[in-house]
């Protein structure tokens, strides 16, 4: 007797009961390709048929690998180390780290980037400040070594343009579990993926439904008006609403992921009590560089450093004693106690318009406009230097600045506020190293680990305000300051490995990302 199906349940019985043995277990996905249908409902039809015994899941895990977008650009000129090593042969196998960047090519970053992995492969080694070709780098011009795993994978990666699937890698003889073991420790090399795989089968009982025959059911969604007029409703068989089924997701609106850090980081600095404070992103070179005690030829006022604006041509100064003071400290020290910088200070240098290089100026506008204690504020907002786009540089960023105006203020609480900001964005495991700063002393900066990465990566710097930047705006009590990357918190919260992601209208990306995680 023969057994009724929905449509597309026969269709998937039929098929599997056509192919030969040899084929199956046949993933959904393929099933679903050739019977031209879409997944979604070929998932469902495989679902119902396993439920009646008639078909047998399977479901296995599925590795596919994409390239990185650090290593993306790497296969014109080859790896770091490759180009250092090949740099370092034309020297006559010795070189002086310094000189190493200009035979390259190279930043001086990413030479020094490169030592790790240059005496990992055996290329060359480093001897204090100089480096020397290794045993596994000829000299002779013409006679690199032969690609190596990670090399070649990464290579196949950027012609592929997508991802890989893991078993496809293997048929052609890549080594992938060498070239994982080359880049481990090396984020944005090669990124992998975790996909669950579902394939099927025929049971004895379906080969035994099928022997005795199927017939097609026919089933409608919804009542219209025809079946109602008509009274065919009566003899009609509707179809189940079935709420287990996959369905499509409707793009609902919700805010861009970094506004939500965003608004995240000003959240954490009212729930500690600080005030908010902004200031213009045009800003005189007085409070992005004089106010904060950074003498008139430090090289980050250079124009490689600093957008400088031509339209206005100057920017106001403060009036009454605070330039004077500020004059004064900076060229003998004033009444701070300090010998200042020993240069002639130029107020046109000063009256400079600049794009805002931090969002210190911000917060040292606001100690010069109320330096009495006790005052907690804070500044978040986008800053601008002049830095090479690549997957970790943007020209435009956003900070948070915050300082802290206490009688009582210490190096300790610094820290203290420093740690509970972190730990409020999600980070358990937070460390401090000691810095250098122009205007701050003692000075720090921030590190998180990130167990992706499985280092310590570097977050901000902050420090005591010198009393060369306090005592000429009126202070006369401690004041504690730092100034803090924010993309960095979002691309390590988001799982990115580019920051130019986070500015790329990326729909899959933007529909991904949760609204909240657990």
């Known amino acids: 007797m023969e057994r009724q199906f929905l449509e597309i349940d026969a269709a998937v019985l039929g098929h599997l009961g056509s192919i030969e043995e040899s084929e199956l277990p046949i993933g959904v996905a393929r099933l679903a390709e050739r019977l031209g249908r879409d997944q979604s409902p070929v998932s469902g039809a495989v679902t119902r048929l396993a439920d009646d015994g008639l078909v047998e899941i399977a479901e296995s895990s599925e590795q596919s690998f994409r390239v990185g977008g650090k290593a993306a650009s790497w296969v014109a000129h080859g790896f770091p180390e490759r180009r250092v090593a090949r740099a370092l042969a034309g020297t006559g196998g010795r070189s002086k780290l310094r000189d190493l960047p200009a035979a390259c090519g190279m930043e001086q970053r990413e030479v020094g980037q490169s030592l790790r992995w240059l005496s990992m492969r055996g290329w060359a080694v480093k001897e204090r400040d100089v480096l020397v070709l290794g045993e596994g780098w000829t000299e002779a011009p013409g006679h690199e070594p032969e690609p190596c795993a990670d090399e070649l994978l990464v290579a196949r990666l950027v012609a592929a343009e997508g991802e890989v699937p893991r078993a496809r890698l293997d048929d052609e003889g890549l080594s992938v579990d060498e070239a994982l073991r080359l880049v481990e420790g090396r984020s944005g090399v090669i990124e992998r993926r975790e996909r669950r795989r579902r394939s099927v089968t025929l049971t004895a009982a379906g080969r035994g439904v099928l022997a005795s025959g199927i017939a097609v059911r026919d089933e409608v969604n919804e009542v219209t008006t025809e079946l109602l007029v008509s009274g065919g409703w009566r003899e009609t068989s509707f179809r189940p609403y079935d709420v287990s089924l996959p369905a499509a997701r409707p793009p609902t609106g919700k805010k861009h992921p970094f506004r939500r850090i965003l608004d995240k980081t000003r959240r954490a600095y009212l729930d500690m009590g600080f005030e908010e404070t902004a200031s213009p992103w045009v800003e005189s070179a007085f409070w992005d560089f004089d106010a904060l005690f950074q003498p008139q030829n430090h090289p980050a006022r250079d124009m490689q450093d600093t957008f400088y604006v031509a339209q206005p041509g100057r920017c106001p100064v403060p009036g009454g004693e605070i330039v004077e003071r500020v004059r004064r400290t900076h060229e003998d020290g004033g009444t701070t106690g300090s010998t200042g910088w020993r240069y002639r200070w130029s107020r046109d240098a000063a009256e400079r318009c600049v794009l805002r290089t931090h969002t210190t100026s911000a917060t040292v506008r606001e100690l010069a406009r109320d330096p009495r204690p006790p005052r907690k504020v804070f500044c978040v907002g986008p800053v601008y230097r002049r830095e090479a786009i690549d997957y970790k540089h943007l020209p435009v960023f956003h900070q948070v600045d915050g300082i802290v105006v206490d009688e009582r203020a210490s190096f300790a609480v610094l820290l203290t506020l420093l ?78 490995t580019d920051i130019r992601e986070l500015y790329m209208a990326r729909m899959s990306w933007l529909e991904e990302v949760p609204l909240c995680r657990s």
């Not at 250098?436 to 710097?461: A, I, K, L, N, Q």
């Not at 930047?469 to 009126?474: F, H, Q, R, S, Y």
């Open 419 to 496: 740690r509970t900001f972190y730990e409020k964005m999600g980070f358990d495991r937070i460390q401090f190293r000691p810095a250098f700063f122009p205007y701050t002393e003692p000075s720090v900066e921030v590190f998180v680990w990130m167990e992706s990465r499985e280092d310590w990566v570097e977050m901000g710097g902050a420090g005591v305000f010198r009393a060369e930047v306090t005592e000429p705006l009126g202070c006369e009590v401690p004041v504690l300051a730092w100034g803090l990357g924010l993309e960095r918190v979002a691309m390590f919260r988001f799982g990115l």
